[in-house]
Every structure is written in structure tokens, then in C-alpha cells.
């Protein structure tokens, strides 16, 4: 047998080319894994806290919590409403009585804090009082109650009731809060803010319809 005819002893299992190729990859990604393993998670303290969270830390941990308008007051009419009970006429002639009625307007915000129960958060609403009347010199209410008697005209065979429409004020800024100690990482945290409230006055209104013949079955 010539030199060239000689067999070649067989390869070992494992060691031809492809398959010290695929053990290189393997390799290649365990050690990827690993290193994005060895990667220190991010700290959950240097996380933004919501905006109520840190609203209600307003003289609660706070150095300072004051609120700075970023534009004038503007007033504007609220959503009518009907107040007091429906009142039907069931006679042949129009009557006219005076109906009592008593209706409570809350402020809002933008961030749906109430501002009426203030447990937990009475700096915020002492800080947003003060800085209303620091920066437009008038009153600002966080509920306001209206109660009054008010004549109704009601037409034969018709049905009336009323309606009030509160008079509201609105503002709107930028919350600026600076901790004692750093809070989530920060010393410095800055709240957008908006708030509506009533002005203390409404608008009323008469309304009138004919009666269904269901309302005249049940009323009448």
C-alpha cells in the first residue's frame, strides 16, 4: 500500500470543525449571560414617585412646598345642573310656589387629590391657600355650599324644576418642593398643577315641559 492510500486514524466525537464551532458560540453566550447578569439592577430609590406622592409630602419632610401660578386667574361657568326635586302641575291652572333647595360645589385638580378632607395632606392645602392669595389677593374655596328657596311657575299639565350653573375659578402652575433629606434620590422635585373651584356665586334657570302620559299616570 502506497503513502498516499494509508487510512487516516478517525476523528475523536466532538472534535471535527463544526462542532468546535457550535461549543465556541455556547461559549460566546454564556459568557454575554453572564456578564449582563453581573450588572447591578437600577436602584428602585432613584425611581420618579407619582405626583400625589409627592404632593403629600408637602411640609411632611419638605424644607420648602410652594406653589407658583404659571398664568392669571380665569373664571368660567360650570355645568348646569338641576337642583331640588321635579315639580308637576296636575291642576287646570298654573301654579307658583317657592321650592327650597341646598346643592355643595368641590374643587378639583389634576391630580384627583380631594382638597376637602385634608388628612395627610393639610401642607398642600395650606401652601396652595396661601400662594392663591399671595399671588391674586382673593379668596380661594375648596367646597362651597348654596342653599336657598326659589319660586317655581309651572303651567297646566307641565312639569318644571331647576337648574344652577356655579360660577368657578381655575389656575394652574408648577409645584416646587425641596427636601430636608433626598427623596427617591432627589432633593429638588417639581409638581405640574391645576385646580378648579367655586367662586361663592351661580347662575339659576327655570325650566319647563309637558308632562309624559307615564308622569301623569304616576303623578297626577
Known amino acids: 500500500m502506497s503513502e498516499k492510500t494509508r487510512s487516516r486514524p478517525a476523528p475523536r466525537p466532538g472534535s471535527t470543525p463544526r462542532n468546535r464551532a457550535r461549543w465556541a458560540g455556547a461559549l460566546a453566550v454564556l459568557i454575554a449571560a453572564g456578564s449582563l447578569v453581573a450588572v447591578p439592577p437600577a436602584q428602585a430609590d432613584d425611581s420618579r414617585p ?116 356655579p360660577d368657578m375659578q381655575k389656575v394652574s402652575g408648577t409645584y416646587e418642593l425641596i427636601f430636608k433629606d433626598r427623596f427617591h434620590g432627589k432633593r429638588y422635585w417639581y409638581v405640574p398643577f391645576e385646580a378648579e373651584g367655586p367662586v361663592g356665586t351661580s347662575s339659576m334657570a327655570q325650566r319647563t315641559r309637558p308632562m309624559t302620559e307615564e308622569e301623569k299616570a304616576a303623578w297626577c
Open 50 to 165: 407619582s405626583d400625589s406622592e409627592l404632593l403629600a409630602k408637602c411640609d411632611n419632610g419638605t424644607k420648602k412646598c410652594v406653589f407658583h401660578p404659571s398664568g392669571p386667574m380665569t373664571e368660567f361657568r360650570g355645568e348646569r345642573r338641576q337642583v331640588g326635586a321635579t315639580y308637576p302641575n296636575c291642576t287646570s291652572l298654573p301654579q307658583r310656589s317657592s321650592r327650597s333647595w341646598s346643592e355643595t360645589t368641590e374643587s378639583s385638580n389634576s391630580v384627583g387629590l380631594s382638597m376637602t378632607v385634608t388628612v395627610g395632606y393639610e401642607g398642600l392645602v395650606n401652601s396652595f391657600t396661601t400662594s392663591i392669595t399671595t399671588s391674586f389677593e382673593r379668596t380661594w374655596r375648596n367646597a362651597h355650599t348654596e342653599s336657598t328657596s326659589t319660586f317655581v311657575e309651572v303651567r297646566p299639565g307641565e312639569v318644571g324644576w331647576l337648574t344652577r350653573s
